[in-house]
């Protein structure tokens, strides 16, 4: 039998949030970034310092952002492929 998963409502929301403006950041990214493949350790430091400079007087809201993309980025693997955008 499968796990089950559940999620509070608020944790589901801020992880739309965080993989959201996670995607805007890869969109003004250069070079442009079209996979997540294309995703290292570089771009994520940029991801926070741009996080950083953004989102100064905010740390609980950056800390919320940072720590729901990392739960989204450590649930892709081989076997959960992302999906092709439309």
Known sequence: MAAVFRLMPVTAVLGVRAVTRFGRFLAMSTPPVERLDQVDRTLLERYLAFL????RHTKTIRNHLIGQLNLF???RTPATP?????
């Open 52 to 55: 950083h400079s953004e989102l």
């Open 73 to 75: 980025l450590g649930r």
């Open 82 to 86: 992302v999906p092709a955008q439309q």
